[in-house]
Nanobody, 122 residues
């Protein structure tokens, strides 16, 4: 099982990035996928979740209206479009998968990938 997050980098406040989570080794279209993030010195927190078919999405209050999660089941990939980035969005972003899920509680995720660093300068 692999979940590979990519697309992080350094961006100025107000800018945009698109993260990708490429997966393999499990039946992608039977898993909800989530993005989590961990800022320096802080606990990991949920950012967004997308259900198996993509019909249900959820977002942390801090990113609502700025981030959009989507999935391409043909490519076994989930995306996180991040717009209007703020310095407080600086963190390592992880993707994770939960079998047969419509929600993405951190403790309930089955598989985790390594993160990609997003740095937003002011």
């Amino acid at each position: 099982v692999q979940l590979q997050a990519s697309g992080g980098g350094l961006v100025q406040a107000g800018g945009s990035l698109r993260l990708s989570c490429e997966t393999s080794g499990f039946t992608f279209d039977r898993y909800a996928i989530a993005w989590f993030r961990q800022a320096p010195g802080k606990e990991r927190e949920g950012v967004s979740c997308i259900s198996i078919g993509g019909s249900t999405t959820s977002y942390a209050d801090a990113v609502k209206g700025r981030f959009t999660i989507s999935r391409d089941n043909a490519k076994n990939t989930v995306y996180l479009q991040m717009n209007s980035l703020k310095p407080e969005d600086t963190a390592v972003y992880f993707c994770a998968a939960r079998g047969y899920g419509t929600t993405c509680p951190e403790a309930g995720m089955d598989y985790w990938g390594k993160g990609t660093l997003v740095t937003v300068s002011s």
